[in-house]
């Protein structure tokens, strides 16, 4: 039923191909994020979780 309610629209077959671009030009654009960030940035990060809590790791320095 479906099928035949799809294919009575005109201009349908262009959906697929503007959602297969969008998915491709998403990955792309976090591929080249991930691709040109900071290494310290990226090594900073990763330790955030190992940190022991007598550090002040708290956004603007403030302990709440």
């Given at each position: 039923?479906?099928?035949?309610v799809?294919?009575?629209?005109?201009?349908?077959?262009?959906?697929?191909?503007?959602?297969?671009?969008?998915?491709?030009?998403?990955?792309?654009?976090?591929?080249?994020?991930?691709?040109?960030?900071r290494?310290?940035?990226?090594?900073?990060?990763?330790?955030?979780?190992c940190?022991?809590?007598d550090?002040?790791?708290?956004?603007?320095?403030n302990?709440?």
């Open positions: 039923m479906y099928k035949n799809l294919q009575a629209i005109d201009g349908i077959e262009i959906y697929p191909l503007i959602s297969f671009t969008i998915f491709f030009l998403f990955f792309l654009g976090l591929l080249v994020y991930v691709a040109l960030m290494k310290e940035y990226v090594s900073n990060m990763s330790s955030l979780a940190a022991d809590e550090e002040d790791q708290t956004i603007g320095g302990r709440q």
